[in-house]
């Protein structure tokens, strides 16, 4: 009998929608020898999430695709409210910018999923060296983890072992439902909580056959194993929280409507049938949520699919919307799903195997969260995860991961439970109307909602990351990351949060004039970066501080080894541009010299008025004394970590966060 061959691999990821590639991207960012494996056959390429937040877009932008997304997909701008006037017919009540204002260079796009995977593979694909590409229709059947080598973080440690089942074409391609009108269009029923997950059924059927197996050993295994997720059911965790009975029809049409805002996001509640939400996409399509009240859940809490198709769902549509008509030629994809609003107990066993996205989070994606924050889950892990498997960061770092993101999963369960009742209860007739939900509480809660929606209200705790005031989350295992934790001075840079992202203005390259916004600086590389303040460096008490920080910085044992390669050094500093000079006034560690290709000159910016894009005003917008200046540390994944003085006991300090965080001599 031919024994299952083995192999090694330092990170193993389970699933490949958008949390799985993201974990991959930073693998391929970071160098680690990662694989990446999917039940199904193909890619997604229709339908699902399509709203990426301001947030995303900022992310995608550290990673250098950020452009691809924003010229493919469809801009929101405006939100229109449409309500039931006194004689019961809808009519646009209100109107509210699609997105706070004045918070990112980006606004909230629209963009199918399939399209933003695409990006995520080609990125990995240019970037992974050992390289990483997608494995389909692979199946992971067993999964066991060596206790005994959970705590040896050692490079030759594989503590996990999994058991990995190569399935046919047709097993990994799941059934399309029968849309009822004889179009072949595609659905996404199989992947709806409405439809039985199809994991178990497809290891017991391989078994039986004995396809092609393979031994996996891995150092760190991230299940991205959407809601269903296989992954966490192995470590035996739960998701908590309850179904809801509503019932929502998703629906991708080209519209024929004399409905006017149908290329608005609108909110329609009915009087008496229901809401419905549009949402305009790319290349004339729009996206039609709808609550399908005609549908109730069984006594087991489980609606029948069957039911449920796009004539079921665009007739509930024309009935929200009379009297404007609404009908369509083309559908492009279509499902449906029933509102349920968990949270994973656990989002890490023993810092070996973590789970991100739908795995340990599922609420409703009406506000077009669910793709992001599971992106987001794998960003705020991947980094860690890569400066760990090449001992470049201290293993005790991983735990920040739970504690960082559980929190966040937490407020969008809030946040979505709050905001699904308001949309899909009917609207009050009047203020005496108490089961009737108040449009003005619509109105206000869609008003603050949006600064959650758009990512950036992200708010990290203190940690041996964020040198923020605070006691340090309380670990699962009871440990407190934070013993001996080095604590920033939040008022040296007021308005750039420890725990927050790092926000961007715009600033000048001292060297060539140009105008960036000073975030486009910050890439997704895995380095850590020092952003020196250096305020204004032609008074010479401030010159002196700058000296003396840089020169304590250029000979610093434990952080020598890292400049550069783990931690990029920016600055910005106050003076006039034109009264300044590269070499005369910033000391070489700021810009340095490579024997082979001369200065460094795109490393030390100006706060200063440009020729074509205006003033960023950047000092007053990070809330930095202009004279005296600050610094202050960006995690890979532009969070920001600490904030201190520039002179005074500021370099010690900055050495103080940096061992807490990175491994070498001293730390
Ligand atoms: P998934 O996308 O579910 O990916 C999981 C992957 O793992 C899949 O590729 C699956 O094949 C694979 N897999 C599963 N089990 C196994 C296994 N045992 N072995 C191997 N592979 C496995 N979110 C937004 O942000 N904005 C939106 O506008 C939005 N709209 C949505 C609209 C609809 C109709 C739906 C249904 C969802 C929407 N969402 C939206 C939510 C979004 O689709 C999900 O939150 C997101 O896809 C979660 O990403 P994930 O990578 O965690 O999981």
């Not at 059927?205 to 050993?217: C, D, N, P, T």
């Not at 939400?277 to 609606?303: F, H, T, W």
């Not at 080894?561 to 070489?588: C, G």
């Amino acid at each position: 009998v031919p024994s299952t061959p083995e192999s090694k691999c330092d990170v193993l990821i389970i699933g490949a929608g958008p949390a799985g590639l993201m974990m991959a991207a930073w693998m391929a960012r970071c160098g680690i020898h990662a694989r990446i494996v999917d039940k199904r056959s193909t890619k997604i390429f229709s339908g699902q999430a399509d709203g990426l937040q301001m947030r995303s877009l900022e992310i995608f932008d550290s990673f250098g695709f950020a452009d691809r997304a924003w010229k493919e997909a469809n801009h929101m701008i405006e939100i229109c409210m449409w309500n039931p006037g006194a004689d019961g017919t809808i009519r646009r009540s209100d109107r509210i910018p699609d997105v706070p204002v004045g918070l990112s260079r980006f606004t909230q796009i629209v963009l199918h999923q399939g399209r933003i995977e695409r990006f995520f593979l080609d990125h990995i694909k240019k970037y992974s060296d050992p390289p990483i590409s997608v494995e389909r229709a692979v199946l992971p059947e067993s999964l066991s983890i060596d206790e005994t080598l959970c705590d040896n973080h050692s490079a030759d440690s594989y503590p996990i072992k999994v058991t990995l089942r190569h399935l046919t074409e047709e097993e990994a391609t799941p059934a399309q439902q029968s849309n009822g009108n004889g179009n072949d269009v595609r659905d996404g029923m199989f992947r709806s909580n409405l439809a039985e997950d199809d994991t178990d059924d497809l290891i017991r059927k391989s078994q039986v056959k004995e396809g092609a197996a393979e031994v996996v050993r891995a150092k760190y295994m991230v299940g991205c194993d959407g809601a269903h997720s296989w992954t966490r059911r192995q470590l035996g965790f739960q998701l908590e929280g309850e179904p809801t009975d509503f019932i929502w029809g998703v629906l991708d049409v080209i519209p024929i409507t004399d409905f006017p805002d149908i290329r608005m996001r609108c909110a329609v509640h009915s009087a008496s049938s229901g809401s419905l939400m549009v949402i305009p996409r790319e290349n004339k399509l729009v996206r039609l949520y709808i609550q399908l009240n005609e549908i109730k859940p069984d006594a087991s809490g489980r609606a029948d699919r069957s039911q449920i198709t796009p004539t079921t769902i665009i007739t509930a549509a024309q009935k929200i919307l009379s009297p404007y008509k609404i009908t369509y030629e083309y559908c492009d994809w279509w499902t449906a799903y029933q509102i349920g609003q968990r949270v994973g107990t656990n989002f890490d066993s023993r810092s070996r195997v973590f789970l991100a996205g739908d795995a340990v989070h599922t609420h409703s994606p009406k506000a077009g969260q669910g793709m992001n924050v599971s992106m987001q889950d794998a960003f705020n892990l991947g980094w860690k995860l890569g400066l760990v498997v090449k001992g470049i960061a201290k293993p005790e770092i991983l735990k920040t991961y739970q504690s960082e993101r559980r929190r966040v999963a937490q407020d969008l369960i809030n946040f979505d439970h709050k905001f699904s009742r308001l949309f899909s209860g009917r609207p009050a007739k009047d203020v005496m109307d108490e089961s009737g939900v108040s449009m003005a509480d619509f109105k206000d809660a869609f008003i603050k909602g949006n600064l959650f929606a758009s990512g950036l209200s992200v708010d990290y705790g203190a940690s041996m990351l964020v040198a923020k005031e605070g006691n340090a989350a309380q670990q699962g295992d009871g440990t407190d990351v934070s013993a001996s934790r080095v604590r920033g001075k939040q008022e040296l840079a007021k308005k750039v949060l420890m725990g927050m992202r790092f926000p961007s203005f715009k600033v000048l390259n001292q060297s060539d004039a140009r105008p960036w916004h000073f975030q486009e600086r910050l890439k997704s590389d895995g380095r850590f970066r020092l952003i020196v303040f250096a305020g204004n460096v032609l008074s010479p008490a401030q010159n002196e501080r700058l000296n003396a920080f840089c020169g304590a910085l250029a000979s610093s044992t434990f952080l020598k080894p890292h400049l550069y390669t783990n931690i990029d050094v920016l600055t910005l500093h106050s003076a006039k541009r034109t009264d300044t000079e590269l070499l005369r006034d910033f000391p070489e560690v700021l810009h340095p010299f490579d024997e082979h290709s001369g200065w460094d000159y795109n490393s030390v910016f100006v706060d200063d008025e440009s020729y074509h894009e205006g003033y960023g005003d950047a000092y007053g917008n990070y809330g930095v004394d202009r004279e005296t200046g600050c610094v202050l540390v960006t995690r890979p994944d532009q969070y920001v970590g600490f904030v201190g003085e520039l002179g005074g006991e500021g370099f010690k300090e900055v050495e103080r966060y940096f061992g807490g965080v990175l491994v070498g001599k001293g730390g």
